[in-house]
């Protein structure tokens, strides 16, 4: 790539902070997944919104493709810059720009970190409900980009539930103000929600008014032992009969195996084939509950063991045995499914998943966990160590288009909250029709008319 674009930018705006490092571009031009190598134009760090509008502007006027980038802990590659784009990364835009207590919204630039406005939230007495493992490192315009999900998708939703309102400069250069935090409007089409799972496709996210709620209960933490995949809907459907889950997460023994190489610690002296961690209130009530569904579990066979916090470091222990998978895995180059099913179809598609397995992966670590509660399945696949990630990949695409299939017979999706991005885009016409794809296009077309805005994630170009 020449200087030229980058003497015409600096020249755009002598203001904006601008990285070229190798060191740089190779930190900025990758996310978790680790496959492509980054290769980015220079790195844009922004600090206002009138500054990203005046970035996209100069970026159609010069043909440079952007690649938005938050807290690049993407699983689909959706913030990869690996052919000479611009990364606009909004590190530098994390200003808090409002609290309103009767709206009970919170307004932020898209930069600033999920943990933060969790924080925020606790200040003033209410809950942002949105939580996962990478809170730390994720941002929020990111997390609006991807409808990120998480642990707590049982109980509250995904990002989408909590956006009242959000600014997008759109590819075309626009700054538009959609859903203004109102409760109804009926005015048109709601263009917030073209915003929200759309991986910078369309624009950048700058802005957002996030709807806050009421803080959770105190809560209680149990972790179950169950003998086999058959057990765990009989276990969901006892426990959410008799009460509101705050959470319902589950992992196998192979999950276990990693977290605990990991550094946790084994919560029982026996392994078992399946584990769950489940949240519910605390009180008296709710507890007694718990025992009589925990009961009926073992009466019927389908919980070995279990366990209930005693207090907020055991709690924090049995969390940590579910959220430490990903990056207990992190060294094994994982090659990761993210599907869904309807929570009524997870039985069927789950013995058809598992005989589908068996049969195309019987030389990998297959680790399985997720979100069983949401219909939402998380299946890595481990990288043998001496095996070259092209070749594994190959493989696993094989399978994945298998697994498509699959998912298309029981009406599923192949991205249930991480996105499509570069990973999953051969298969996206698993779960959206031919015109619906079409639609989306279109939708690209009117926003991002120069096709500047992440160009060849979730589809190809034209
Ligand atoms: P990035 O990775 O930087 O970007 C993701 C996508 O959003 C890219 O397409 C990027 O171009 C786009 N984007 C980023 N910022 C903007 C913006 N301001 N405007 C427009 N587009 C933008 N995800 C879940 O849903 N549930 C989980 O439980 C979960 N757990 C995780 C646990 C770990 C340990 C890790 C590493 C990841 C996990 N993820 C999970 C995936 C990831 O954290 C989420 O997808 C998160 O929402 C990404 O946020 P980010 O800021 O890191 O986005
Ligand atoms: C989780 O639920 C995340 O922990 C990450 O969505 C899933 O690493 C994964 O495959
Ligand atoms: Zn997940």
Redesign the pocket.
């Known amino acids: 790539m020449t200087d030229a674009p980058l003497t015409s930018l600096r020249a755009a705006l002598p203001a904006l902070r601008l990285l070229t490092d190798p060191a740089d571009l190779e930190h900025y031009g990758r996310?978790?997944t680790r496959r492509w190598r980054p290769a980015p134009l220079a790195i844009a760090l922004p600090d206002s919104a009138a500054q990203v509008q005046a970035l996209v502007r100069w970026a159609n006027a010069e043909g440079v493709a952007i690649?938005?980038?938050?807290?690049?802990?993407?699983?689909?590659g959706?913030?990869v810059a690996a052919h000479g784009e611009l990364v606009v990364s909004?590190e530098r835009m994390q200003q808090v720009l409002g609290f309103d207590a009767v709206d009970r919204t919170l307004t932020v630039q898209?930069?600033i970190a999920?943990q933060r406005v969790q924080e925020l939230a606790r200040e003033h007495g209410l809950q942002y409900p949105v939580d996962?493992?990478?809170r730390g490192?994720?941002?929020?315009?990111?997390?609006?980009?991807?409808?990120?999900?998480?642990?707590r998708v049982v109980r509250y939703g995904?990002?989408r539930e909590w956006i009242a309102g959000l600014k997008?400069v759109t590819g075309g250069g626009e700054l538009l103000e959609l859903g203004r935090a109102l409760v109804k409007n009926s005015s048109g089409y709601d263009l917030r929600h073209l915003?929200i799972a759309?991986?910078?496709?369309l624009?950048?996210?700058?802005e957002a008014t996030l709807r806050l709620t009421d803080p959770p209960p105190a809560t209680n933490v149990m972790l179950l032992a169950l003998p086999s995949f058959d057990a765990l809907m009989q276990v969901f459907s006892a426990f959410r009969e008799r009460l509101q889950l705050q959470a319902f997460e589950f992992f196998t023994d192979v999950a276990l195996t990693h977290v605990l190489a990991h550094g946790a610690q084994a919560p029982f002296a026996e392994t078992h084939p399946y584990y769950v961690v489940t949240e519910f209130a605390s009180d008296a009530a709710s507890e007694a509950e718990a025992m009589a569904a925990f009961e009926q579990c073992m009466a019927s066979g389908w919980v070995s063991d279990g366990v209930i916090s005693a207090s907020d470091a055991q709690a924090a222990a049995l969390w940590r045995l579910r959220?430490g998978i990903?990056?207990s895995l992190a060294r094994h180059v994982p090659y990761k499914n993210d599907v869904s099913v309807r929570i009524s179809a997870m039985p069927a598609f789950l013995a058809d998943t598992q005989a589908l397995l068996a049969e195309h992966y019987p030389h990998f670590e297959v680790v399985w966990f997720g979100?069983i509660g949401d219909g939402n399945l998380h299946i890595n696949i481990l990288k043998p160590e001496n095996m070259p990630q092209e070749a594994f990949v190959a493989d696993c695409e094989r399978v994945t288009k298998l697994l498509a299939d699959v998912l298309q017979r029981h009406s599923g999706s192949i991205s249930a909250?991480?996105?499509i991005?570069l990973v999953k885009k051969p298969y996206l016409g698993c779960t959206r029709s031919a015109a619906e794809i079409a639609a989306m296009r279109g939708i690209k077309a009117v926003l991002d008319p120069n096709g500047i805005m992440?160009p060849g994630?979730l589809f190809d170009p034209d």
Do not use: M, Y
Request: glycine content about 22%; charged content about 10%.
């Open positions: 996310d978790w690649v938005p980038s938050g807290g690049r802990t993407g699983l689909s959706g913030a909004l898209a930069g999920l996962f493992a990478a490192s994720c941002s929020i315009g990111g997390n609006i980009a991807t409808n990120a999900g998480g642990i995904n990002t997008l915003a759309s991986e910078g496709t624009g950048i996210i700058v959220e990903t990056e979100h909250e991480h996105g991005g992440n994630k």
